[in-house]
């Protein structure tokens, strides 16, 4: 799969505190703003759709993918940025005001090889390492298992935030998953298979609703996503290793590209806001679009019930299961 584009250089720049950046556009903008913007082509039977920020693949058998990048975020407090190569690796160092970075390693084909923070006096933790490919994969990045076996309540499988108490939600942050782990997955397996992505529980941040064809979170609902952020704060501050997966939906008005692209936008809003106002690390945290592929009202019309975002961890997919277990010594790299 091609990677995402590569923020231009003036999206590198430190973001100060208090600026005003959602999604990395301007807020207002809407999914027309960018349609203008987008670029066709056709590669090998595949259709890319190309926007300043993100593509969109569909491949011949008609799925669709969509792919941000999460260095957008990482800018915003930051105190300087700087990008070199290494080895064939590009790596992207954010430092911060207290002197910690958190260094993003890609291959030469632009694609995530690991994430990893390190503290002012030089201990490192690696949050992500993808450089690890499991025996066990046959090539690209959807994996076939079967749906989970979930023996444990509906409403505790994916739990409704307006509904649920502060612990239930701090609770599923930390939840193992419904099923044995059998392997570690890379991050691009886990966004693009479901049926991994769907051994963790999930939490719908049903408190938050966006507005047909915008992502922009209003500013009224932004205290709502408060219990959200405790809970992830929590959670990163017991193991600072825990990555969490914000995903973006749809509703089934509008065309497949459109709604992609629209998801992803939402997801990145929502975890930018969730860095910006309540201090949640950028690095534990990444996001992903579906478009309309997981409704929750069987609609083909209008619907703010679908238009949501949803919150997973998936620090144990990442893992392999471990991801319960006490952190790892700083430094030390993730169980292979």
């Known amino acids: 799969m091609p990677p995402p584009p590569r923020p231009p250089q003036r999206d590198l720049t430190p973001l100060a505190i208090g600026a005003g950046v959602v999604a990395g556009a301007v807020i207002g ?3 027309a703003d960018y349609r203008n913007q987008r670029q066709e082509v056709v590669e090998g039977g595949r259709t890319v759709y190309t926007e300043p920020d993100r593509i969109i693949i569909r491949d011949p058998g008609g799925q669709e993918y969509v792919r941000g990048n999460d260095l957008y975020r990482f ?7 700087r990008t070199f190569s290494e080895g064939g690796e590009t790596r992207t160092v954010v430092i911060r005001p207290d002197g910690s970075e958190v260094i993003t390693v890609v291959g030469p084909d632009g694609s995530l090889l690991r994430r990893i923070r390190r503290d002012p006096g030089g201990r490192e933790i690696v949050i992500i390492d993808n ?9 690209g990045f959807y994996v076939d298992v ?9 409403d505790r499988y994916i739990v409704d935030a307006e509904e649920a108490s502060p612990d239930v939600i701090y609770a599923t942050m930390e939840a193992p998953p419904v099923q ?7 991050l691009d397996e886990i966004r693009y298979s479901p049926n991994v992505r769907m051994q ?3 939490i719908d941040v049903n408190t938050i609703n966006f507005e047909t064809g915008s992502w922009t979170i209003p500013p009224d609902q932004v205290a709502r996503l408060q219990v959200i952020a405790d809970g992830l704060n929590r959670a990163i501050q017991r193991n600072p290793r825990e990555v969490f997966l914000i995903e973006g939906h ?10 992609l692209s629209l998801s992803d936008r939402r997801a990145q809003a929502a975890a930018e806001l969730l860095t910006q106002q309540f201090g949640v690390p950028a690095e534990n945290l990444t996001s992903q679009g579906y478009g309309k592929q997981y409704l929750k009202e069987q609609t083909d019309g209008p619907s703010r019930i679908n238009r949501r975002v949803t919150v997973r961890r998936i620090t144990p997919l990442l893992n392999g299961g471990t991801a319960s277990l006490p952190p790892p010594p700083p430094g030390t790299a993730p169980p292979r």
């Open 29 to 31: 903008a809407t999914i």
């Open 75 to 81: 800018r915003y407090g930051a105190r300087d940025i």
């Open 131 to 139: 450089s690890y490919r499991d025996p066990r994969s046959v090539g």
């Open 146 to 154: 079967p749906p989970p076996v979930v023996n444990i309540p509906y």
């Open 180 to 186: 044995r782990i059998e392997r570690r997955y890379t």
């Open 200 to 202: 963790m529980p999930s």
């Open 250 to 259: 749809t509703d089934a008005v509008g065309n497949d590209v459109d709604n």
